[in-house]
């Protein structure tokens, strides 16, 4: 048994595995959860972040509206299923005008560490880059340095400090849509220089597990267990129609989180449903969020379904494991 290291969320969404299914995650049964009409301008809306506040839940949406611009909102909800998501993007403050000058903005993460919530995002600054804020209320949001050059993608902090310094997992791509991409660690003093760069994991060549062999890409903020830190992760295949964006996990050391201590071959998630296969880019579940109860090892994973709405799956801290060591990678 696996056991998770946080906070106990009794409240969290959650539905049992359907008789008779024998898959390690499972959809929730009303998805999608968010609809890509669900705020007046929205185009869609995917590819976002939730967290526990107050009584509640708070997060961080990625909507692109009906001029198909990118940008990111606040919402909040009492169950974490039905949201209230404000019909305004996020108004940013700092000290830099050019730091907080908007080109675009989506695809955000959102962690608690120590005494307040951060956000990362894909932000526009000549190219895509990872844009880093703090909130104490989801009210007021201050921006601060973008935490890397362009290019890159997918920049997901560790809810804690380890050994005394922040560390974030991205992606490094181009200007385009990036026809490649490893995942890579970055660590930090004080959350705006970053360096000691190291490479975790990369893509997978040939057909031993050709879901992830085109690129890959980190997703919710990864999971504090006693056996190391659970990573959900996307992986990307090149097929004859287009790519298709899968889900996997991986379990990083604790105290060097660079280094993999187990990775799944088979895929936890893939396109089936209506939902993920049709809309504004077809064939795609994109994980950005969980939320993981310590108390039931419960872990309910929100994600992109064909970049237009938002699903919810749940598995345990236990399916997981058990799913990387029957299905090993290497």
Known sequence: MSRIIGKSLPGMPWQDRPEGCDKVIWRYSENPIIGRHDIPIANSIFNSA??????????????????????IFAGFSKDAVHWEINHEPITFLGEDPEVIKREYRYDPRVTWIEDRYYITWCNGYHGPTIGVAYTFDFKTFYQMENAFLPYNRNGVLFPRK?????????????????????IFLSQSPDMEYWGHH?????????????????????????????????????????????????????LLDLE?????????????LAPE???????????VVFPCAALADADSGRIAVYYGCADTVTGLAFTTVDYLMEWMKKYPLG
Request: a neutral charge.
């Open 50 to 71: 939730v967290v526990p506040f107050g009584d509640g839940y708070a997060g961080v949406f990625r909507c692109d509206s009906l001029s198909v611009s990118m940008d």
């Open 162 to 182: 380890i050994n005394g310094r922040y560390m974030m997992l991205s992606r490094p791509s181009d200007t385009g849509h990036t026809p490649f991409g490893d």
């Open 198 to 250: 190291r490479f975790v994991m990369g893509t997978v060549p040939g057909d031993l597990s050709a879901w992830q062999s085109m690129k890959i890409g980190p997703g919710p903020c990864p999971i504090e267990t006693d056996e190391g830190w659970l990573l959900i992760y996307h992986g990307v295949l090149r097929t004859c129609s287009g790519y298709v964006y899968r889900m996997g996990c991986a």
């Open 256 to 268: 060097e989180p660079w280094k993999v201590k187990m990775r799944s071959r088979m895929y936890l």
């Open 273 to 283: 449903m209506l939902y993920e296969q049709a809309g504004d880019v077809p064939n």
